[in-house]
T-cell receptor, first 111, second 114 residues
């Protein structure tokens, strides 16, 4: 596709459930990022994939969070045993030459 | 490691007045610097970027930013604010020539007063 695609756009879940968020980057972009944006707050870096290098996971807030990327394509962010503080918009971006192209985000609400 | 500080989580200016949004960065090597904008209920889009060419960078919608190495700053300006400029603005840094992540500031919400 022409842009970064994220799904689902909205997800409501119960506390304690697992969720998976998907990101389809722009074709050919080697770098892929996940960020979290809580209501009224800035962008919190979560994880960064660059080509075949080991991902930079330094932003993941706890071991309940994990992410995978298949080659230079789709990435999945998984949150296990969700908590209410996980409620946020999860943004994916892919990059070429340093410029980030963002998806519309996945809004997660944990009840 | 690189970092970004945006002074002022909220800035209000009158329509037609100068817009100045402040950004200071920390980087151990020369940086790439970016400003992104997020309009209400929309995704983030690139406003402008500095990648070691001209220190004064012009972006979309009349915005520009100047890279000042001595001040480690990359402030965003626009001579005359328009109501449509109301949005959240994010400054970001990446270390140049390094296979490294892009780090964002906490953002500044710009309010335009009629």
């Amino acid at each position: 596709g022409a842009g970064v695609s994220q799904s689902p756009s909205n997800k409501v879940t119960e506390k304690g459930k697992d969720v998976e968020l998907r990101c389809d980057p722009i074709s050919g972009h080697t770098a892929l990022y996940w960020y979290r944006q809580r209501l009224g707050q800035g962008l919190e870096f979560l994880i960064y994939f660059q080509g075949n290098s080991a991902p930079d996971k330094s932003g993941l807030p706890s071991d309940r969070f994990s992410a995978e990327r298949t080659g230079e394509s789709v990435s999945t962010l998984t949150i296990q045993r969700t908590q209410q503080e996980d409620s946020a918009v999860y943004l994916c971006a892919s990059s070429t030459y340093g410029e980030l192209f963002f998806g519309e985000g996945s809004r997660l609400t944990v009840l | 490691a690189q970092s970004v500080t945006q002074l002022g989580s909220h800035v209000s200016v009158s329509e037609g007045a100068l817009v100045l949004l402040r950004c200071n960065y920390s980087s151990s090597v020369p940086p790439y610097l970016f400003w992104y904008v997020q309009y209400p209920n929309q995704g983030l889009q690139l406003l402008l970027k500095y990648t070691s060419a001209a220190t004064l960078v012009k972006g979309i919608n009349g915005f520009e930013a100047e890279f000042k190495k001595s001040e480690t700053s990359f402030h965003l300006t626009k001579p005359s604010a328009h109501m449509s400029d109301a949005a959240e603005y994010f400054c970001a840094v990446r270390e140049m020539n390094r296979d490294d992540k892009i780090i964002f500031g906490k953002g500044t919400r710009l309010h335009i007063l009629p």
